[in-house]
């Protein structure tokens, strides 16, 4: 038996630690933002380089401020990717813009920084890349783009925490770069959580007033804003959780090298890439497989108690609300072939070298019983 994510493990090897900040943002009487997000705010600022580091209510929550914040609306297109998880794309509808997708380099499934000049308009404002998995997006050709361009950056670094490309930290390359805590992500905390990373100070200060309703101090709204603030529980959580963030990255690393050690030569996979001069962070590691075998691949792995996932089977071009798009089958054939063929393995940095042997072990019987009834 080897579960897809094990969360519970991680928490019990933290939680003398986290029960007692949580009691003490309890007994604090500080539930909205206050000292413990301010301390975690402060940890994951020094840590990766940031300068202003804005915790929120949820990934979702830091992409909707940072487009607000650039004030991207009504008629601005934003170029990204359609192999993400959906936010990205409903967070650029959300403003009122209109995401323009660009299809993906087939190795890494990242944003194919030589497509996105094809897809820029006179309404281009923005260029978002997705650091898709834990690996950084080929942010030195994106960021030319945008300067021959006159368009921003904003990171989608949600799936990221402490990925590099040469010496900089996912999140530090854009003008702005959203982070998720969702508890499943490699930092995540107990509930939901987001923050806006950016080292121009009045985007800073815009971003700190659009997530409290506006307000530059109480019940003066300066700006129209949202409740999109941190609580005081996740902030406590997150900041023990960022002592521990470095050693679960190298956790995760050593698993994929676990991995690539033993399926190295399975017939009928294809096993992710690290891209020289990247620090993949192992958000997802997904193999690629023949779409017609991964059904049963999945159902044999199920059968021998291993837990998968697919990230993401339908390109979000082809999500049944953003039809409107007009972007049928076909528009993006990189992105449509990888949804069909990726299949997340168990990814956790608690895992064990016998937990990747057992989880290999079991996918080489399955790749030959499965080859024997559906050809690849
Ligand atoms: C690439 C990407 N962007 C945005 C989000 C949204 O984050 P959240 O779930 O915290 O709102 C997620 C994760 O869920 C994600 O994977």
């Known amino acids: 038996m080897v579960p897809f994510l094990d969360l519970k493990s991680q928490y019990a090897a933290i939680k003398p630690d986290v029960d007692k900040a949580v009691i003490d943002v309890l007994e604090s009487g500080q539930y909205v933002l206050g000292p413990a997000v301010a301390r975690f705010e402060a940890a994951f600022g020094a840590a ?73 308009t006179p309404r281009t404002k923005a260029i978002m890349p997705v650091h898709l998995y834990g690996q950084c997006a080929d942010m ?105 963030i470095e050693a679960w990255t190298e956790a995760r690393r050593q698993v994929a090298a676990w991995y690539q050690e033993a399926l190295g030569n399975t017939p009928g996979i294809t096993l992710p890439v690290e891209r020289a001069g990247r620090r993949h962070v192992w958000h997802v590691y997904g193999i690629l497989v023949a779409p017609q075998q991964r059904e049963a691949i999945m159902a044999g792995l199920t059968a021998r108690g291993i837990g998968t996932n697919l990230h993401y089977p339908t390109p979000v071009h082809l999500q049944p609300c953003f039809a409107e798009l007009g972007r049928g089958r076909g528009s993006f054939p990189l992105a449509e072939h990888h949804g069909a063929a990726e299949l997340s393995l168990p990814m956790f940095p608690e895992m064990t070298r016998a937990q990747v042997d057992e989880v290999a072990k079991a996918l080489r019987e399955v790749m030959a019983e499965v080859t024997a009834k559906v050809p690849a």
């Open 48 to 120: 990766y380089g940031i300068k202003h580091a804005i915790g929120c209510s949820s990934g979702t929550a830091a992409l909707h401020l940072a487009l607000l914040a650039a004030g991207i609306g009504r008629g601005d297109e934003v170029i990204t990717t359609t192999m993400t998880f959906i936010a990205t794309a409903t967070a650029i509808d959300l403003v009122g813009a209109t995401p323009v997708f660009a299809d993906i380099e087939p190795d890494t499934a990242l944003l194919d920084a030589g497509r996105i000049a094809a897809a820029i």
């Open 140 to 244: 030195g050709a994106i960021q030319r783009i945008a300067d021959q361009h006159g368009l921003i950056v904003i990171e989608d670094a949600a799936q990221a925490h402490g990925a590099k490309l040469g010496d900089r930290f996912a999140g530090t390359m854009g003008r702005m770069s959203c982070f998720s805590f969702y508890p499943g992500k490699n930092l995540g905390a107990y509930g939901e959580g987001g923050l806006v990373a950016t080292s121009d100070d009045a985007l800073a200060t815009r971003l700190r007033m659009l997530r409290d309703w506006g307000q530059d101090r109480k019940y003066n709204h300066v700006i129209k804003g949202l409740n999109y603030r941190m609580d005081g529980v996740q902030g406590a959580v997150l900041d023990i959780k960022m002592r521990h």
